[in-house]
């Protein structure tokens, strides 16, 4: 977050996790020189050194553009600063000496008028006079003039590191504009990406840790992670978007800030029930050609034909819900009552004819709708044991939990519409992100493997949905102090900015 913040404890933050991590690694290496490797040619093991040297590049590109904007912003200021010229004491006591009135003029006292009165020299030359002050004053400029050379540029340079600092600087002009340019995209990209790359490490350092998803169940396995790890980001994304995030779009249930507040760009991007649906349609199109990949060439069963059924469902609901957010598409609905809005003459009653408030933000219960209906079939859902069906019915549950709480938001709005670019946070929605999460990790964990180590272990269905709660919880609370604390960056950096302006203008 303090990277998305652009502050400049993400330097600083960014080498605390590369000492973490340099020191993971070193154990990681020393237990792989002691024992043999039980889990051949896994994916964790070389993702996780990729992301290593991903991370690393990142790491050193930031410190290239902070550098950059440090030395930018040093010369910005030197252009400001430079009718501000540090004057010693004694040629300025010789200033008043030659040019007596000159001075007096300039300094008056603020409730002088200028009219009648003049400043005391006597005790101006008491006060200049005097062996202590002229060491008071002198000290005083130096601390000014040091201060002032400290503050301007080098705070953005390493202290105690001139060899960094000289390194940092032959590579700032080794490197071309465009190259720069590029990097600092790569930069953000990553900034983007990075959530969900470590999410993909999490989940298959568990995988290889386990030892489960190999042979054919790879298949199983590989479909429950990505299913239920779609719904885990679902539900991550509408806490943010309860707590703020994405507000610039309207996402947060709000008003969406109109062109002149926000970028041309951003005031076209499609409503959060668009993006919902489009990607239901997307789920639904995709696997309706996998849900049979597991046993390819084999005979089609009846829950081979339930799943692509359940494909289908997914296709055709999350195209109706791109369809109910398209404005062309209403508008064409209102056809039938559009030539009399023409007549005015006629029909002079134009208040009549003003939209209605909810037409002023979205109201889609589609992808609430689609999510009830998955939920009740996995509640229902036939496995080939106890102990999975159970699993099944959990967090087919929570998403039946998740579509009621969405039909509580739309009628809190329905009463009550959004009427401020402040994001509303339905309490509702709260509930909604906790039965996202916890039933996305409770997918996940219902596949094959998992299901059948619980069973040789005598575990029953309770504990996997006890540790998803407290790890749901915890999730929550995690994310909402990162957001604030970005937030608490984002100020800061402003903030400084502001004061930094303030004193130069």
């Known amino acids: ?22 020191l993971g690694l070193l154990f990681g290496l020393i237990y792989n020189k002691k024992t043999p490797d039980l889990y051949e040619k896994n994916l964790h093991h070389k993702l996780g050194w990729a992301v290593t040297f991903i991370l690393l590049a990142q790491f050193v590109v930031g410190l290239l553009n902070f550098y950059t904007n440090g030395k930018a912003d040093s010369e910005a200021e030197d252009d400001e600063r430079v009718s501000f010229i540090p004057i010693s004491t004694d040629h300025m006591n010789g200033y008043q000496q030659m040019h007596p009135d000159s001075v007096a003029s300039m300094h008056r006292y603020s409730h002088d008028s200028g009219h009648g009165t003049e400043y005391d020299s006597r005790t101006s030359d008491s006060l200049t006079d ?19 050379y400290a503050d301007r540029g080098d705070a953005m340079r390493w202290p105690g590191f001139a060899a960094a600092d000289r390194a940092l600087s032959w590579l700032h002009q080794l490197i071309p504009s465009q190259l720069m340019k590029m990097m600092s995209f790569y930069y953000d990209a990553v900034d983007i990406f990075i959530l969900i790359i470590g999410f993909v490490l999490i989940l298959t350092g568990f995988i290889t840790y386990a030892g489960i998803f190999k042979g054919s169940n790879v298949f199983n396995g590989l479909a429950h992670s990505v299913k239920g790890g779609i719904f885990f980001w679902y539900g991550l994304l509408t806490l943010g978007r309860w707590m703020g995030c994405f507000a610039e779009y309207g996402w947060a249930w709000n008003v969406r800030p109109p062109g002149g507040m926000v970028s041309s760009r951003k005031a076209k991007v499609p409503s959060a029930e668009f993006v919902e649906s489009f990607v239901i349609f997307l789920y639904g199109s995709t696997n309706v050609f996998l849900e049979h ?21 997914f296709l055709g609901g999350g195209l109706c819900g791109m369809l109910i957010e398209s404005r062309k598409v209403r508008d064409l609905l209102n056809t039938s009552l559009a ?22 933000f979205s109201m889609n219960p589609i992808p609430g709708l689609i999510i009830l209906l998955l939920g009740l079939m996995m509640s229902s859902h036939h496995q080939h044991s106890m102990v999975s069906t159970m699993v099944h019915k959990q967090w087919g549950s929570l998403f039946v939990g998740f579509a009621l709480a969405r039909a509580v938001t739309y009628i809190l709005l329905y009463l009550s519409p959004p009427s401020s670019y402040l994001p509303s946070r339905p309490p509702s ?10 039933g996305g990790i409770i997918f996940i964990a219902s596949n094959k493997d998992t299901v059948a180590a619980m069973e040789r272990y005598d575990l029953n269905a309770m504990f996997v949905f006890t540790v998803a709660m407290g790890w749901t919880a915890f999730l929550m609370a995690w994310q909402i102090v990162v957001l604030a604390i970005k937030g608490w960056a984002v100020r800061k950096r402003q903030s400084g900015s502001n004061i930094t302006r303030g004193i130069l203008t």
């Open 1 to 22: 977050m303090f990277s998305v913040a652009r502050s400049r404890l993400a330097s600083a933050v960014q080498l605390g996790f590369f000492s973490l991590n340099s």
């Open 130 to 148: 005097s062996p202590e002050n002229k060491d008071e004053e002198n000290q005083h400029d130096g601390q000014q003039l040091q201060g002032g």
């Open 293 to 313: 990949l597991a046993a390819w060439g084999g005979a089609w069963t009846a829950q081979d034909l339930e799943h692509v059924s359940i494909s289908v469902m």
């Open 339 to 360: 030539r009399w809005n023409t007549s005015q003459d006629q029909y002079p009653f134009k208040e009549q004819w003003t939209p209605p408030k909810t037409y002023s």
């Open 429 to 438: 929605e709260i509930i909604s992100s906790f039965c996202l999460i916890s």
